[in-house]
């Protein structure tokens, strides 16, 4: 619901906080089951960002001997993890690079007044033409500017952020299909900045591998795969693992870390000062 995990002035927006709605409790009186949650929160605890978590299981599915590979998400927020070839898990790197279908999503609502919810394969998108004066602009967004270790959310790319973008776009005169054309571009464009800037100074990328709602558009696997070439761009499909469903098993296997008492963050990419046991554990009532 709130992921502040960066410090501010008490008037700038206060301190560092999480917050996760659902009492985990009664889901567990309910299910019966036992229940893992609030993830964020104990990585924060050592000073982390308490994102991103997923770093630690794609380290363990799809790190490779011989290939530099970088993981990618394409969610509301669009996160990579980097992985050397045959690193160590100290030697990964993982941030939130922006926007993905998250800017997105939001303006097509918007275009359509809450009939339809996104640009399904991006076929409206594909109709613009990229502005390229609006897309200039975006990206002086200062998250794009900041060093790794970093995490972002709707707190910064939300609806507002939507919003404004929406009224810059009608202000240019651009059509809603430029508008959509356009961001799309922000979150290729911004994505690759972020991997020319932290990850290629130190080593070439053989292979990106994408999940998420992100790689059923079309449009915006088209400009991911022009800026990042040469590197091979395929899907977690590839490896076995259904490209909707990467973030409910990796929290699967986050949670089982957990229940086994085991360190489940990677400080390098938290920025947090030490392996952190993630999640808070809810027994469901006894028979």
């Known amino acids: 619901v709130w992921h502040q995990p960066a410090l501010y002035a008490v008037g700038e927006g206060g301190g560092r906080g999480t917050l996760q709605l659902g009492e985990a409790s009664i889901i567990a009186a309910r299910t019966g089951c036992v229940v893992i949650s609030d993830f964020r929160a104990a990585d924060m605890a050592l000073g982390g960002q308490g994102a991103p978590l997923v770093p630690f299981v794609d380290y363990a599915l799809f790190s490779h001997p011989s290939e530099n590979r970088i993981v990618l998400n394409l969610g509301g927020i669009a996160n990579l993890t980097y992985l050397p070839a045959g690193a160590t898990i100290e030697k990964v790197i993982a941030f939130d690079t922006g926007p993905a279908n998250m800017i997105l999503d939001a303006l097509f609502a918007r275009m359509t007044a809450g009939q339809e919810t996104f640009d399904s394969d991006g076929a409206l998108a594909a109709q613009g033409v990229v502005s390229t004066s609006l897309l200039h602009r975006l990206l002086l967004h200062p998250y794009f500017q900041k060093a790794p270790p970093k995490s972002t959310g709707r707190e910064e790319f939300g609806e507002a952020f939507a919003e404004r973008i929406l009224l810059m776009g009608v202000d240019a005169g651009l059509s809603h299909s430029d508008i959509l ?107």
């Open 181 to 287: 054309a356009t961001v799309t571009a922000l979150t290729a464009t911004s994505l690759g900045d972020a991997i020319q800037k932290w990850i290629l100074p130190l080593s070439d990328i053989d292979t990106v591998i994408m999940g998420g709602g992100g790689t059923h558009n079309s449009l915006l696997v088209k400009m991911l795969t022009q800026r990042l070439s040469p590197a091979r761009l395929t899907t977690h499909a590839e490896f076995g693992l259904p490209d909707d469903a990467k973030e409910a098993v990796a929290f699967a296997f986050l949670a089982r870390e957990t229940l086994n008492g085991l360190a489940s963050n990677v400080p390098s990419a938290t920025g947090a000062k030490g392996g952190a046991i993630l999640g808070k554990i809810s027994l469901p009532p006894c028979a």
